[in-house]
């Protein structure tokens, strides 16, 4: 079954492990899949996805309980959504990929690439979850006893549409705080499905506590010694907060780092032509991943400190990711 979305693009639709998911799959060359964030789809992607789609082989998924992917009762952690993803590009026959994640996403992202190395090229993470504890107490609050009543209540017909209609005015003030709201918005009409509530429910269980982020990359980022790395960020954000940034620096030395200024939490929605030139840009500068066993076991002994200089026979000597000046302020 297909979905018309414009003259460009069809929302397809695959079943796996039996349950219905959705994405799009756009242009021809080297394979980009696109992760959304919590609570959004591959809507997220529409305005990169056309100047993506020239040079590159775009997949963008609803993940799992989010738009139009089924949302059964199952396995909604980063690690089972990053087997599912493994399965998707299985079945679209694509065997690597450069891994772009947004958000919630982002921390699929390098969950993909750590469980699946030899089919990841590059991670490019997009206001990520899993550099640092803080996050918006709007996604905190989805965790506590109650949530799935009370916006079973507040997306009610009538409360729903001045809900979203305040948070879409609230959004054009160009207040840089609230611009955010209008993708807010979205989220919020996508509530109204009790069985969206629960998934999402079960998401942020998964990630977030009462005080902040529990999932974290942090203690394996040095294994993006062997895999390019960039991670893109808006000054504005106020759902996970752009100085998580600077923590890149510290765990992940290689890594390049892009700070979008007058952005928000989605820069490729609020700049799409510089997103996309970022993005590409890094991938020209870069040489894709080449897993090799005996690099990541040495990577894994080694640890996040120095690399030992006593490389195992017939392993190949770890050399830097190349590396990008930072833009942006």
């Not at 017909?157 to 005015?169: S, T």
């Not at 590409?280 to 090799?292: E, G, K, L, N, V």
Request: hydrophobic share 40%; charged share 20%.
């Amino acid at each position: 079954m297909e979905q018309v979305l414009d003259e460009t693009f069809e929302l397809q639709r695959i079943t796996i492990h039996g349950h219905d998911r959705g994405y799009v799959k756009a242009g021809e060359g080297p394979a980009l899949l696109l992760l959304h964030g919590l609570g959004c789809d591959h809507t997220t992607w529409l305005p990169v996805i056309h100047d993506l789609a020239r040079h590159f082989t775009v997949i963008a998924p609803d993940l799992l309980g989010h738009g139009v992917s089924a949302k059964p009762r199952a396995d909604y952690s980063v690690g089972g959504y990053a087997n599912g993803m493994r399965d998707l590009l299985t079945v679209l026959n694509i065997d690597k990929v450069t891994v772009v994640g947004h958000s919630f996403g982002g921390g699929i992202a390098m969950q993909f690439a750590y469980q699946f190395p030899e089919r990841t090229e590059r991670m490019i993470l997009v206001a990520p979850g899993g550099l640092g504890p803080e996050v918006s107490p709007l996604i905190r609050a989805v965790t506590l006893p109650g949530f799935h009543q009370l916006m079973g209540l507040a997306t009610l017909p009538g409360v729903r549409h001045v809900g979203k209609a305040g948070l879409r005015a609230l959004s054009r003030s160009h207040v840089p705080a609230v611009r955010d709201l209008a993708e807010v918005a979205e989220i919020y009409e996508s509530f109204k499905d009790p069985r969206a509530r629960a998934a999402i429910r079960h998401v942020v269980r998964a990630v977030v506590d009462l005080r902040g982020q529990i999932v974290t990359m942090v203690d394996r980022a040095y294994l993006t010694q062997a895999m390019p790395m960039l991670v893109v960020w808006g000054t504005d954000d106020v759902v996970i907060p752009a100085k998580h940034a600077e923590n890149v620096a510290r765990i992940a030395p290689g890594a390049v780092v892009e700070i979008v200024p007058n952005s928000g939490h989605f820069p490729h929605k609020d700049h799409p032509d510089r997103f996309v030139k970022i993005v590409q840009d890094f991938i020209r500068a870069t040489q894709p991943a080449s897993y090799h066993r005996g690099r990541w076991r040495q990577l894994l002994r080694n640890g996040p400190a120095e690399p030992s200089n006593r490389a195992e026979a017939g392993d190949p000597p770890l050399t830097p990711v190349a590396q990008l000046p930072k833009r942006g302020a």
